[in-house]
């Protein structure tokens, strides 16, 4: 670049025609109508041939040393034109212009936005990048500051004064030119010099006549004027037909050239040659060598008054004493004839014939002077000057930058009336900066010649974006937001053409922006835009990629989408577009559910996972994969090769899509027409598809989702319509159903956005980790997943279960209904049945259908014997319920089968049903299929139910029941109903009549209750085989007062007792039966006056159980001391003898080896052992042992207190004060089951009360045992005795 | 405290991760759109200054009319980006050394994905908290 001549660059050429010698051209009328027949002006005429590319002429300025020019260019302007041009004109013009440019470039702007491309713009020059009518513009805005008074090179050198011919006396004529009032205002006002070199030419129409009347015209004009000033040119030699130049000079000097127009018709080859021949003796005969003298010899003027230390002194001096002179902006006028005025046509005149040092020091001598005038349009006329004069002799670029931004700002300064000019020198400073490659810099100088005209600055902003990037590293970033700032000024005035033009280009820098804000802005703005103009196709397509603005505001969002479905409408058509934005489908959300051998009851069943299905259905169709070879062949039976690659699907029956659709938006949506696109096409034989809709070809797949309003009769799609709230997402189930047999497709879905714009989405998966379905097994291409194989309609089996609560109370015991129809003319057999948890959910009887709940659960008056059988049975086959044989399906009555439910535990209560059948017609595909049901309960905790079992100390075989009833629940009440016992032979009563334990019959919500019953061996004593068939014999107690109306529920019914199993089971409790272990169920009630709000239908019967309550708490035997309370004894006469029995009873089925062993009290610790037990321990009494009562605790207290004093003496010899009188060890076989009497003898040495429990049974139990596998049940134990007192009184 | 000033974080990959305008001036719809302009095309200053300096606090770069662009260059070359209209060096020097001790931390956190949106609420309000104190 350094080597760069300054001359050849833009900027260089920009000067050389800009910064040249202006001719004043004067004119009569009569030239000009003979050039008019031209179709041009006088001026027009001359102006192609003003410049010269090789004139070389010598040049010989200030100094003695010749130089030669080669470029030259003359201005020619008419004396008119000579002023300050008119503003308003020039920005019309410029607003034309532009304006034309706009449509041209829309025009040819093709769809697709202009790719920058790194390589191919870094090749290119600038200019082909940058529209053309940049060029002009900037011309224009230079031009338009042309004529200032306050710079020399617009003056005119030489005055050119054309004369015709025909006109009457043209000395006169010229004279008249003359005429001051002809003449511009620079020349009249002082500030140029009025001598000014004039020309007179002599224009011969050479259709008016012959040369000869020109030529004595010239010879007169001649003496008149002086012979080298005066000039004839003869045109419109071409008489006889128009010429059409091959080359037209004037086209390019010409702005509105029309083709039609023929200019220079009537000038042949000679008039050209002699306009040539014309001009150029002009420039290098007058001009140049006028110009050469005025230089010399103003030159010399100068050096006379300024040059030499002397006359800078007198000048500073001088210029000092009018400092205070007028302060007018434009500083003190300076006259023609002032130094000041003189120095700067000699620098002006210097620069146009290039002596470039002569006119830069010229410059710097007058720059200083107009700044101590503070003249500043002048001295920055004269920087900018300086600048030029700089770069043009390549001189220091540092300096030319400085004066170029002096003179800029100090143009700006200046306000309006260095508005022009400082446009002018920015144009000039940014070539300058271009010409050395600093675009980035020339950039800023446009950002900053942007002036109040919105329609220039936007002009500007664009250029600056072009600089951007061009400038290297190129500022794509920069050149977008350039473009962006300029299209908005474009659209201010109104040239929204242009607007679009630059969006347009700026989208290529954002396309695919992450920065959204940016995207959001760019893309309304172009869609509005085009909206305007009509383009609505192409506004809805830009429209569409805002939509999902979810981090713009609301209202922002309102505005978005309210614009865009206006634009839509106005369209007038419907869009289908495939990437519409709103609203957002969750891809990975889509879960297809279709039904094979596989139907479900519920959406809730389809969701299950298929594993836990298969785990149970398993056992039901084990019949039907028995019959395979191996499990390699799992479906080639039954599906063909071919067929096995897709899914089966029914005719008939639905498949079902569940797809989530997701709104960004804080504004809700409306979306109707939700529907899947389908293709459904009919197989012939050897898989030769039928097409019943288009082909498969991936260029017509479009079609298919364009297409999908024509009627389909080989399927039918479901249609949903719904409103999406702000940020809202739906599950939408869509559901596509085959009528015919065939291969179905799932495409895609599509929907309607507010009702008139329609979005497509293809299901399309390339990833196949998005594949949530994953119902099959093997390996197959993620779309084959929306393939469906169509087979023809089989029976469909339709189930549900009655009366099924959503909410229960723990405990609740409800009947309920299976309800099976088959809507289908085919009938189903072999049913069958299982159930996920029995524990919940079990299977009835088909004769409990007839009876009435809860009446059947009560006890009947007739025998309960045959229902424990059945009841029995069914526990017994825990695995699959058959359906009775001979059970079929069909037609419109509907098959009942009764479900028992009970409530078990409080929480989530999942239920799952499989229910399994068989086509009769064995011809089709599928030969079987299960029905999968699934039901959810929540169960809240209702009773909290706990038992104590005591033994009596009163009565052997006897046990003491203590009962916790606490209501859980905040508001309910209950009645505490029935108390059952199941168990071998016990019989339970109670204690106290119930209206003491519940006066008022009912357990509040929150309350607690504790009551007792006493346990009872019941009298029949059966044998140990017996017990075994009749599993449990039970004793049931009320626990309401006796009503007429209240029954007894009977806890051997079928539903009951097999409840009563499950939750044995749920313990883990071995089915083996133990005499020792009752079972209590309790029964209760709600309050029939509670009305409760949280369900619909309130339970009627609630069954509490509790399994396995061991009455055996010390090991296999029980026993009772029995004998005297309180005696009289004379122990004045001798010790008292006291026989006491011990019952002993063995509850266990083995034989039982007793030990027991006495053994008497040790002095005096026995005693007060039993002293103080005495105190501590409460009496016994008929009532039992959990009452305190004060009253008998005193009297025991008291009457201790009296007896103590013997003791005590006695205790003083040391003497035990008794000791057991029998044998010290007894021991003893009993039999299973069976009680044994031992008599036992104690002898008393004084009065007291005495424990007697110093004595131990020890038991074994044969280790034989068959059968007994619980490894932790005692085989042998040891148990201290039960506390017993013993009163003896001394008689009186 | 500036009246405007609009923070971002744009990733080594250019993408903006982190969002806030941080200013006191009441908000405007338009201005969020103007100075994503302002600082998206400043980043084309950035790349060529980040490699000049060896100071990750680049000071400003970049002006549009009265509002200036002050960026820091982390060492992984993500960018914290400030536009503002206050003269507040020394305020804006701290400003960005504790938001990018911040932002180290979010990075330390193994759920978090270097270059994805910073979405931490607790980020955010340090972020504002930090704006108050310096800017």
């Known amino acids: 670049m350094t080597t760069m001549d300054p001359s050849t660059t833009p900027l260089g050429q920009m000067l050389l025609d800009e910064i040249s010698p202006v001719i004043m051209l004067l004119s009569t009328p009569a030239v000009e109508d003979s050039s008019l027949k031209n179709n041009l002006s006088f001026l027009q005429i001359l102006s192609p041939f003003s410049s010269f590319n090789n004139i070389d002429v010598p040049v010989r300025t200030a100094s003695d040393q010749p130089y030669r020019i080669h470029k030259f260019k003359l201005r020619l302007f008419y004396a008119s034109d000579v002023r300050n041009p008119d503003l308003k004109v020039a920005k019309e013009r410029l607003k034309r212009v532009i304006t034309e440019a706009g449509e041209k470039v829309f025009t040819e702007l093709t769809s697709d936005a202009p790719e920058i491309d790194q390589h191919k713009k870094l090749d290119s020059s600038e200019y082909i990048n940058t529209p053309s009518w940049f060029q002009f513009v900037n011309k224009e805005l230079v031009r338009v500051a042309s004529f200032s008074d306050h710079e020399a090179f617009d003056h005119p050198v030489a005055c050119l004064l054309a004369v015709s011919s025909k006109d009457e006396k043209p000395v006169n004529r010229f004279v008249d030119l003359l005429n001051s009032n002809n003449l511009p205002s620079l020349l009249n006002d002082g500030a140029m010099d009025p001598k000014i070199l004039k020309l007179y030419l002599l224009v011969h129409d050479n259709q008016d006549g012959s040369v000869e009347r020109a030529s004595r015209i010239l010879t007169e004009m001649r003496s008149a004027f002086g012979t080298s000033n005066c000039l004839l040119l003869c045109i419109n030699s071409s008489s006889d037909a128009p010429i059409k130049h091959e080359e037209n000079p004037w086209a390019s000097y010409i702005s509105d050239a029309s083709p039609s127009q023929d200019h220079g018709c009537l000038l042949n080859i000679d008039d050209i040659n002699e306009i040539k021949d014309l001009m150029q003796n002009l ?13 010399r010899v103003l030159n010399q003027q100068v050096s006379a008054t300024r040059k030499g230390f002397r006359n800078q002194i007198k000048n500073l001096w001088w210029r000092k004493g009018k400092e205070d002179g007028a302060d007018s902006p434009n500083g003190p006028m300076y006259n023609y004839n002032s130094t000041e005025s003189q120095i700067r046509v000699l620098g002006d005149y210097a620069f146009m014939l290039r002596d470039y040092e002569l006119a830069l020091s010229n410059y710097r001598l007058i720059s200083t002077d107009y700044k101590i005038d503070k003249a500043w349009k002048r001295y920055a006329g004269v920087q900018e000057m300086m600048g030029l004069t700089y770069f043009m002799s390549d001189q220091s670029r540092k300096e030319a930058e400085y004066c170029m931004e002096h003179a800029f700002n100090t143009y700006l300064k200046l306000g309006s009336l260095g508005q022009q000019n400082a446009t002018r020198c920015g144009l000039w400073w940014i070539e300058m900066l271009k010409a050395r490659d600093q675009y980035k810099e020339a950039a800023s100088v446009y950002f900053r010649i942007c002036g109040e005209d919105i329609l220039h600055s936007a002009v500007m902003l664009e250029q600056a974006s072009y600089c951007y990037l061009l400038s290297k590293p190129s500022m794509l970033r920069k050149y977008g937001f350039h473009l962006v700032l300029s299209g908005e000024q474009y659209k201010k005035c109104d040239q929204v053409k242009h ?95 279709f039904e094979d051998y596989r139907t479900f009851g519920s959406p809730s069943s389809a969701n299950t996972s298929e594993g836990l299905w298969r785990s149970l259905e398993e056992e039901m169709i084990q019949s039907f994969s028995a019959a395979k070879t191996n499990w390699l062949e799992l479906q080639s039976k039954l599906v063909s090769r071919k067929h096995s690659q897709s899914n089966v699907c029914v005719a008939g029956e639905a498949v079902k899509v569940n797809i989530e659709f997701k709104n960004p938006l804080q504004i809700s949506i409306p979306i109707s027409g939700v529907r899947l696109i389908c293709k459904h096409s009919t197989i012939t034989d050897e898989g030769s598809l039928d097409e019943n809709k288009s082909s498969l070809e991936d260029d017509n797949s479009v079609d298919h989702f364009k297409d999908m309003n024509s009627d389909n009769s080989s399927f039918l799609v479901s249609d949903v319509d719904f409103l999406l709230g702000g940020g809202e997402t739906t599950l939408v189930q869509l559901s596509v159903t085959p009528r015919v047999e065939g291969t179905l497709e799932i495409l895609g879905v599509r929907w309607k956005l ?306 009563h199993h499950y939750e044995r089971l749920q313990q883990e409790l071995s089915h083996e039966v133990d005499l020792n272990t009752i079972d209590f169920v309790l029964i209760s009630r709600p309050l029939k006056s509670n009305n409760n709000l949280g369900f619909s ?184 005795g039960y506390k017993y007192y013993l009163t003896v009184l001394q008689s009186a | 405290m500036a009246t405007t000033a609009c923070f971002i974080i744009v990733s080594r990959n250019d993408i903006p991760i982190y969002e806030a305008e941080v200013g006191v001036a009441a908000k405007r719809e338009d201005a969020a759109q103007l100075h994503q302009f302002i600082l998206h095309a400043a980043l084309d200053v950035v790349q060529d200054l980040a490699w000049t300096t060896s100071a990750m606090y680049l000071k400003s770069v970049d002006r549009f009319n009265e509002l200036v662009v002050s960026v820091y260059v982390t060492a992984g070359h993500t960018r914290l980006m400030l536009l503002h209209d206050s003269r507040n060096d020394d305020g804006i020097k701290s400003f960005f050394q504790e938001v990018h001790e911040l932002y180290i931390k979010t990075l330390l956190n193994p759920l978090y994905l270097p270059g994805s949106r910073i979405t931490s609420s607790h980020f955010d309000t340090k972020v504002r908290a930090l704006a108050r104190k310096y800017l």
């Open chain 1, 283 to 295: 420039s290098s005969k007058h001009i140049i060598p006028n110009m050469e003298q005025k230089i």
């Open chain 1, 1097 to 1280: 239908d309130p339970p009627h019967v609630m069954s509490h159980h509790a399994s396995h309550s061991s009455t055996a708490s010390t090991g296999p035997i029980s026993w009772l001391l029995d004998g005297p309370q309180t005696l009289h004894h004379d122990f004045s006469e001798s010790f008292c003898e006291i026989d006491l029995k011990m019952h002993l009873y063995n509850s266990s089925i083995a034989t039982v080896f007793v030990r027991i062993d006495t053994s008497d009290p040790v002095g005096i610790s026995g005693q007060t052992n039993s002293f103080d037990a005495v105190q501590s321990a409460t009496p016994d009494n008929q009532a039992g042992w959990h009452d305190v009562s004060t009253v008998n605790e005193l009297k025991v207290t008291t009457s201790n207190a009296l007896e103590t004093q013997p003791g005590k003496a006695l205790s003083l010899e040391g003497v035990s004060p008794y000791i057991w009188s029998g044998s010290g060890s007894t021991n003893l076989h009993i039999e299973p089951l069976s009680s044994a009497e031992i008599p036992l003898q104690i002898c008393m040495f004084s009065p007291g009360t005495y424990d007697l429990s110093n004595y131990t049974l020890s038991w074994n139990l044969p280790s034989k045992v068959p059968g007994d596998s619980n490894e932790t049940k005692q085989s042998s134990g040891k148990c201290q």
């Open chain 1, 754 to 1059: 507010s009702g008139t714009i329609v979005g497509f989405h293809k299901f399309e998966f390339s990833l196949p980790k998005n594949i949530v379905k994953a119902r099959r097994k093997g390996k197959r291409s993620p779309n084959d997943k929306f393939k469906f194989m169509v087979i023809k309609s089989i029976p469909k089996l339709q189930a549900s279960i009655n009366l099924l609560p959503g909410k229960a109370y723990a405990g609740d015991l409800r009947q309920l209904v299976l309800e099976l129809k088959n809507p289908s003319e085919f009938p189903v057999k072999n049913l069958k049945m299982k159930v996920s948890d029995p524990r919940f959910l079990i299977i009835g009887n088909q004769g409990d259908m007839k009876s009435e709940f809860p009446a059947c659960l009560t006890k009947k008056t007739d025998s309960s014997v045959q229902t424990d059988a059945q009841a029995n049975n069914s526990i017994l086959s825990d695995t699959v319920f058959l359906f009775p044989e001979g059970t079929s399906v069909q037609g419109e009555t509907p098959f009942l089968w009764p479900l028992w439910f009970r409530a078990a535990v409080p929480g989530e209560i999942s239920l799952y049903l499989s229910i399994y059948y068989e086509m009769e017609d064995i011809s089709s595909v599928i030969k079987y299929r299960t029905l999968r049901l699934h039901y959810n309960v929540q169960v809240l905790p209702s009773l909290d139910v706990s038992f104590q079992i005591s033994p009596s100390r009163l009565r052997i075989q006897e046990f003491l029941v203590r009962l916790d009833v606490v209501n859980k629940t905040s508001s309910e009440c209950f009645q505490v109903y029935q108390l059952s016992s199941i168990g071998q032979n016990w019989k339970v009563s109670l204690l106290q009549p119930p209206d003491t334990i519940f006066p008022s019959q009912s357990l509040m919500a929150g309350q607690a209750v504790s009551c007792f019953f006493t346990l009872k061996k019941s009298n029949t004593l059966s044998t140990f085989e017996d017990n075994i068939s009749t599993m449990s014999v039970t004793s049931d107690v009320r626990l309401v007062p006796q009503s007429s109306e209240d029954l007894v529920y009977n806890v051997n019914s079928a539903p009951l007792v097999n409840f």
């Open chain 1, 499 to 593: 607007a679009i033009r630059t969006y347009r280009s700026a989208l290529s820098v954002f396309k695919g922006t992450t920065w959204s804000y940016i995207g959001d802005h760019v893309h309304f703005h172009i869609g509005q835009w085009y909206a305007s103009l009509g383009m609505y196709d192409v506004a809805v397509k830009h429209m569409m990629e805002i939509l999902a603005c979810s981090h713009q505001s609301k209202s922002t969002q309102e505005l978005f989408l309210g614009d865009f479905l206006q634009i839509v409408e106005k369209a007038g058509q419907t869009f289908e577009v495939t990437k519409l934005q709103l609203p957002v489908i969750n891809i990975s959300s889509l879960k297809v559910i």
